[in-house]
């Protein structure tokens, strides 16, 4: 995705993007909040907060719609679909492409002009699993 407008990066920002794209969790702006204030102490989390919403909107992260009460980022903008486990609410990455042909099924389906879609998976993850099997 091309980044809408020139965002002047300020150094906040510039950390938040580098932490953010360290990691695979997808995390929520708290989650970040917790990994930044190790770098950056003086750190609030509204300022993160409103950093992580300027930054999605100019394209350069993914605001994620997944399931779940808290919004979730992830600094990989390329196309990849999600999968969340329904017990813990973690987010892991899918390399599944959203699929062309069931948009062109969708769009003989409805007088709306399809533009996208969405794949969201729900599953287990390996660490709930293990807890599953350790608990039967
Ligand atoms: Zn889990
Ligand atoms: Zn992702």
């Keep these: 995705m091309e980044a809408k407008n020139k965002l002047r990066m300020t150094k906040q920002r510039q950390v938040i993007l580098e932490e953010l ?13 917790q990994m930044l204030r ?8 509204g300022t993160v907060y409103r950093n992580l919403e300027i930054l999605s909107e100019s394209g350069i992260i993914q605001k994620l719609d997944v399931g779940g009460t808290q919004k979730r980022f ?8 999600h999968v969340r486990c329904v017990a813990c609410g973690r987010v892991g ?4 492409k959203p699929n062309c042909n069931l948009e062109a099924e969708a769009q003989k389906m409805t007088d709306y002009e399809i533009i996208r879609h969405r794949l969201e998976f ?15």
């Excluded at 190790?38 to 989390?45: D, E, G, Y």
């Excluded at 992830?74 to 679909?81: F, N, V």
């Design 38 to 45: 190790k770098r950056m102490p003086k750190i609030s989390l």
């Design 21 to 33: 794209r360290m990691v695979k969790t997808h995390p929520t702006a708290d989650d970040m909040y």
């Design 74 to 81: 992830d600094g990989d903008t390329t196309i990849h679909s």
């Design 122 to 136: 729900a599953g287990l993850c390996p660490l709930c699993q293990q807890k599953r099997k350790a608990t039967a």
């Design 93 to 96: 990455d899918i390399d599944v």
